[in-house]
């Protein structure tokens, strides 16, 4: 079914959509395309309501499904950053990372998909260096990481897990090359 809704937006709601939604003035079109998919979101927070699934009843696990509905139409990935789940939600980065963990490990199964999405992906946007026993994967969601290493642990306990350089970007890991072709077959 497609429903068409018509928004009205003073000039301040306007710019603060833009700007804690990351759009510039000439991207009207990114910034409708964002609330259509968070429409898409809230909706189906309303139709579990109307529709008999139980509903939140603490704070807490009303932002776990809040973030569950986001990841699952928002996002393209799982893989939003503590940040932007901190603006879209109004929590500290630190609640952020614990609500993105919570909201994994409630929601393992829908999520697994999103979750492999994501690894391929970033594996796909490897840099590799001219190092050949590393590799060096950007990776902004701590959350993600400790997916991956929960996985090296599980099931291949004998590799190095995912680990930051001394000398390296925050969200840059190190992956040794044995661990990195475990992932590559692992997530194809």
Known sequence: ???????SLSK???????????????DLDRLKNMLKKMAE????????????VSIPNTISEFR?????????HYFKTA?????IIG??????????KQLIKNTYARHK????????????????????HS?????????????IVDFINLIITKEKPGLTKLHQGKDHKACIYICQEDTYEFLKERFK
């Open 1 to 7: 079914m497609e429903i068409t809704l018509d928004v």
């Open 87 to 96: 603006t879209l939600l109004h929590t500290s980065n630190s609640t952020s």
């Open 131 to 143: 190092n050949s026993k590393s590799n060096y994967l950007e990776i902004t969601d701590s959350c």
């Open 64 to 72: 776990l499904e809040r973030l569950y509905n986001l990841l699952m």
């Open 41 to 52: 979101a809230s909706f189906n927070e309303y139709k579990r309501m109307f529709t008999g």
């Open 109 to 128: 199964f829908d999520l697994s998909e999103k979750l492999k999405q994501t690894v391929r992906s970033i594996l796909e946007q490897n840099d590799n």
């Open 12 to 26: 301040s709601e306007h710019e603060l959509l833009m700007r804690n939604l990351n759009c510039d003035d000439a």
């Open 79 to 83: 893989s939003p950053d503590e940040e």
